[in-house]
């Protein structure tokens, strides 16, 4: 896809962000014990060839920053394109949540005016899927429309995510909010770089609004379709998807749609050591990261790197982020124990499966 390029807008709003990402933004936040959500997007244009790629920030960019770097991991610290991260606006009035703001785009349209491809991928950072991109290439060059957007079928209702009534493969309408089975908007789309900076200059007066809004008086003069994705997907918005996605990995049907041999999802390297499984320790149905040193019992559980669980310590069901320490007698069940914590010897802390406990950042 070296006719490509990308941009990841990691500067969006939520309806209800939860206590996880109060701290940090969402594209920074922890997936699958030592990837994070930025990882996905990355890798996604990463593996189809695309090696120019801009990173637009919110505000909070600090951990982001620090995972990203240079784009190392991600083959993007290059000479001709590579990543370049841009700034990202304040958020504008609208109240639906947005992803692709106009004012961001605006805000850094000379990479798209000094860009030598003819066609941009944006994606955002809240949507957790591996796909092959060229395939999405190769259907927009064939269908010659002007926007082509990513959609899976929505298999619950998300009051986040944005649906699109269709005619055909043509989208008619968008809507904020998604039921069961609808056309579900994965937050990415490929169009014409030519086109997206015409579009930046109809839309200026409205740079307040995400992008979509703004378009969605001109769909019977546009011609945007959809691709319709078949794979695994995971929209995440708050601590409950959060909770639920991760926990979905522990089927292993799930983790081969989402980490297949032929196209890895890359991530920063932390040079850990392996996890260390200590006499007596008991694990079961569990992702357990490298750095970990495990004395008690692990079950149906996901923990990040460098987590110390001591003897006759137990975790079930639950999230346990880099660097914490479960002391000796702890229990935690159906909970989401956010980095660095230490969970005192002999304390129990329980959620349940429809109201998982969360315990931020010390």
């Not at 060229?134 to 209702?157: I, N, P, Q, R």
């Not at 007066?205 to 945007?224: H, T």
């Not at 124990?337 to 129990?348: F, H, L, Q």
Request: with cysteine.
């Amino acid at each position: 896809m070296e006719n490509t390029m990308g941009i990841i807008t990691a500067n969006y709003s939520a309806l209800n962000p939860g206590d996880l990402t109060k701290a940090r933004p969402l594209a920074s936040l922890p997936f699958a014990g030592r990837f994070r959500m930025i990882d996905f997007p990355l890798s996604n244009m990463s593996n189809a060839g695309i090696r120019t790629v801009g990173l637009i920030m919110p505000s909070n960019y600090r951990s982001l920053i620090d995972h990203v770097g240079s784009g190392k991991p991600w083959m993007l610290d290059r000479k001709g394109g590579g990543l370049f991260v841009l700034p990202g606006s304040a958020f504008g009035t609208s109240r639906t949540g947005s992803r692709f703001l106009v004012r961001d785009l605006e805000q850094n349209r000379i990479i798209l005016q000094r860009a030598k491809e003819d066609y941009v991928i944006v994606s955002g950072a809240n949507f957790v899927f591996n796909m092959d991109l060229g395939l999405l290439e190769k259907a927009f060059e064939e269908s010659g429309c002007d926007v082509m957007v990513l959609t899976a079928d929505a298999y619950d209702d998300n009051p986040d995510v944005v649906s699109f009534a269709l005619e055909g493969d043509n989208v008619r309408a968008i809507h904020h909010g998604v039921s069961y089975g609808q056309a579900a908007f994965m937050d990415c789309f490929m169009i014409r770089r030519e086109l997206l900076l015409k579009m930046l200059d109809w839309y200026a007066q409205v740079d307040y609004l995400d992008l979509f809004e703004a378009m969605e008086g001109d769909f019977s003069r546009l011609d945007v379709r959809v691709y319709r994705y078949g794979d695994y997907c995971a929209p995440i918005f708050g601590t409950k998807g959060y909770y639920r996605h991760n926990m979905e990995l522990l089927n292993t049907d799930v983790a081969d749609q989402l980490f297949p041999d032929d196209r890895r999802i890359l991530t920063k390297p932390h040079d850990n050591p392996p996890a260390c499984y200590r006499r007596g320790a008991r694990v079961r149905n569990a992702i357990v990261s490298g750095g970990c040193q495990i004395y008690g019992n692990v079950s149906g559980s996901i923990l990040g790197r460098d987590v110390v669980v001591e003897p006759g310590a137990t975790i079930s069901n639950s999230i346990i982020l880099q660097g914490c320490v479960i002391e000796t007698g702890a229990r935690v069940e159906n909970a989401v124990i956010d980095r660095g914590n230490v969970i005192s010897a002999g304390t129990e802390l329980r959620g349940s499966a429809e109201d998982v406990l969360v315990l931020p950042k010390p």
